[in-house]
């Protein structure tokens, strides 16, 4: 006997979608048919394009610029550098910004939402942004962009960390408080051997979102293969482009294969 793998009704009493499954999806259907003016949607306009685009594409399959390898190394490596530097700091400041954010660890109600408010305030700008004000503060260089990098994950990391701490077991709490810990003893031996594994998948998932940011910022002269990206698209130089795609790609296929293995092997 056959058996269907996709259901032929709905999971109900009568087979029929609910109400409220249908308003949900007319509230969003509404809201999309509102929305897409206003973004200028078209799909006739990304038909019309699509032969630009490949065209674009087809440029590509050239001959590499073999000669750009050791620019483009260089590049790469700095651009790696500036994600793991900036991982690094943001860590350092984010551990105790986010005990601090945390409802339950934060010692005073007035700092917990001072210390709210301050990560809020860090990402609420995008990282290019805020590299754009550092490289008009200090100059061009991946430097800007690491500070840019750093402000912003620092709001992200904290945002996380205190949410990992804020949904720890009140018992092994209550256990340490028992034994007539102050404040601090609290935090280190039931709060934070909760939230470590948290900390950790945050913390790689944080290294690679900072690493592929970082090809983005050299877009505003703050470091990394960003600059070469951009300049080699705005000079069609095609064998340029195709050896930095390429090392994109394959700097976050190994950064990502990476974090998977030392993920499997932390857990």
């Known amino acids: 006997m056959k058996i269907s793998m996709w259901p032929r009704h709905w999971p109900t009493e009568n087979g029929l979608p609910t109400r409220g499954s249908i308003f949900f999806v007319l509230i969003v259907v509404i809201i999309l048919l509102i929305t897409a003016p206003l973004v200028e949607f078209n799909p006739i306009t990304i038909v019309k394009s699509s032969g630009n685009f490949f065209n674009f594409v087809s440029n590509l399959l050239t001959i590499p610029e073999w000669s750009y390898l050791p620019i ?124 470590m594994p948290d900390f950790i998948g945050t913390t790689l998932y944080i290294l690679d979102n900072n690493i592929r940011s970082a090809t983005v910022l050299g877009f505003v002269g703050a470091g990394g293969i960003g600059y070469e990206l951009i300049s080699s698209i705005r000079l069609f130089n095609y064998g340029r482009l195709i050896l930095i795609v390429l090392a994109i790609y394959l700097m976050v296929t190994i950064l990502d294969y990476l974090s998977t293995q030392l993920r499997s092997y932390i857990i």
């Open 72 to 195: 483009l190394t260089n590049k790469m490596l700095e651009t790696i550098a500036m994600g793991f530097l900036s991982t690094v700091f943001s860590c350092c400041f984010s551990l105790p910004l986010g005990i601090l954010a945390a409802r339950n660890s934060s010692p005073f109600p007035i700092v917990f939402h001072v210390v709210k408010n301050l990560l809020s305030f860090m990402r609420a700008l995008p990282e290019i942004v805020w590299a754009l004000l550092f490289v008009s503060a200090l100059g061009l260089g991946p430097f800007p962009g690491i500070l840019a990098l750093t402000f912003v994950t620092t709001g992200f990391m904290g945002k996380f960390f205190a949410e990992s701490i804020e949904v720890v077991d009140v018992g092994m709490i209550e256990g340490v408080e028992a034994t007539g810990a102050n404040w601090l003893q609290k935090v280190y031996f039931s709060m934070l051997p909760q939230a």
